[in-house]
């Protein structure tokens, strides 16, 4: 083909990427350029084309029938550089992975299995980043994330990891306080859906203690003050299976609810992956679909 034929790598990049994330923001944020910028190439490579890869709408975007017909081309086509480039560069390369995960998820779920990570893949180097605030302004720099939300705030390139319930947990030493929820002590993260209000409403109770709550940003505060016999805090599976299954947790309560939010893979694109991005990516599918 001409060179002439060939529409600029910045325009087709800007396509790619926001097609994957179905998010002129979110793809911006991993290419480093501006919103305006991403949306611009766009609209740039819509001209050169003659034809609408996006229908724009008030908050999100969707691909039309031309923009996906279009995208698993460019796919491959990025595929095949990224395959001719590896053949250069060599398997060397690529054995450092930044990944993007929030604090708890961290502590409590990752850094217990690191030693069955690197007991099976021991050339592995991460850098673990763990912003508690605003992720969307560092996940530009890791490889890989893991992302605690929403299924609707999610881009059709996460993978759900698992389907968790909520509940209260506490120290054994402190259960028979944690059954009376009028005096117990309670903790909770903030920001979340699976709250003490919508745990007590599933269960059939009203609940009036909202204002009494001590709220943490961060799970890691909250589960570690029930561990110490501080009180008692609402949790989900993915985060306390550990401590309830070696008893340094008890559940005062059977009552469990489903969670709206959940944990999401977000794997880097087919071409962007490394030797150290596909080990791990492999890794977290085994530990999750084993269930443990």
């Given at each position: ?8 790598l ?5 396509f ?5 994330h ?38 999100a ?14 796919r491959?086509?990025f ?10 560069i ?19 779920w990752?850094?217990?299995?690191l030693?069955?990570?690197y007991?099976?893949?021991?050339w ?15 996940a530009?720099?890791?490889a890989?994330e ?10 059709d ?29 309670l903790?909770?993260?903030a ?13 059939g ?11 943490a940003?961060?799970?890691v505060i ?24 070696a ?6 309560f ?39």
């Amino acid at each position: 083909m001409p060179q002439s034929n060939l529409p600029p790598l910045t325009w087709l990049r800007a396509f790619e990427a926001s097609a994957r994330h179905l998010s002129f923001t979110r793809a911006a944020a991993e290419l480093h350029l501006t919103q305006s910028a991403v949306s611009q190439h766009v609209r740039s490579l819509e001209a050169y084309l003659g034809r609408d890869l996006f229908l724009r709408k008030t908050r999100a975007i969707e691909l039309t029938e031309d923009g996906a017909n279009y995208l698993p081309g460019l796919r491959e086509a990025f595929d095949l550089i990224a395959s001719s480039t590896q053949t250069f560069i060599g398997a060397d390369r690529g054995k450092d992975l930044t990944l993007q995960c929030n604090m708890a998820f961290s502590v409590f779920w990752l850094a217990p299995r690191l030693s069955r990570l690197y007991a099976k893949y021991p050339w592995l180097v991460l850098n673990i980043v763990t912003p508690i605030w605003d992720p969307e302004r560092h996940a530009a720099t890791a490889a890989v994330e893991i992302r605690f939300g929403r299924p609707e705030e999610m881009s059709d390139a996460a993978e759900r990891l698992a389907t968790d319930r909520f509940f209260p947990v506490c120290a054994p030493d402190y259960r028979e306080r944690a059954r009376d929820l009028d005096s117990a002590t309670l903790f909770d993260c903030a920001g979340l859906t699976g709250t003490w209000s919508a745990w007590s409403k599933s269960r059939g109770q009203p609940f009036f203690r909202d204002k009494e709550i001590n709220l943490a940003s961060t799970f890691v505060i909250s589960i570690t003050a029930a561990l110490n016999s501080a009180g008692v805090t609402m949790a989900h599976d993915t985060l306390v299976r550990d401590f309830l299954n070696a008893g340094r947790l008890v559940k005062p309560f059977e009552h469990a609810a489903p969670l709206t939010e959940a944990y999401f893979l977000l794997p880097p694109s087919s071409h962007a992956h490394t030797p150290a991005s596909t080990a791990f990516v492999d890794w977290i599918r085994e530990e999750f679909q084993q269930g443990e």
